[in-house]
C-alpha cells in the first residue's frame, strides 16, 4: 500500500498544528488526522470519535509499525513543506449529491 498523497492544513492554536488528509493508492483517503503538541513534542493523532463513557476510539490506524512509521514520514515531511511554503486557504466548493440542490 503506496501512499499517494499527504494534504496539510495548517491551524494556528495552541496545541492542535495542522488536520492531515491521507490518500492511499489513488484509491482511498483517511480524512481528519491531526497533527499536535504534547509535552513539547508534536504527535500524528489518528481520526478518532468519542464514546459515552469520554473516552477517544481510534476510527482508522495502522496495525503494524512499518505501516506506522511510514505514515509518520510521510505526514511530518508534508507538514515541514507545508510549514515552509503555505498555500492559502480557498474556500470550499460544496456539490451536493443530488442534483439542483447545491448548498
Known sequence: MEITEVRVFLKEEERLRAYVTVTFDNAFVVRNMKIVKVNDKLIISM???KMKDGS???IAHPINAEM?????KAVMDAYEKELKNPHP??????????????E
Do not use: N
Open 47 to 49: 481520526p478518532s470519535r
Open 56 to 58: 477517544h476510539k481510534d
Open 68 to 72: 506506522r512509521q511510514k505514515i509518520e
Open 89 to 102: 486557504v480557498k474556500p470550499r466548493e460544496v456539490k451536493s449529491e443530488y442534483p439542483g440542490k447545491e
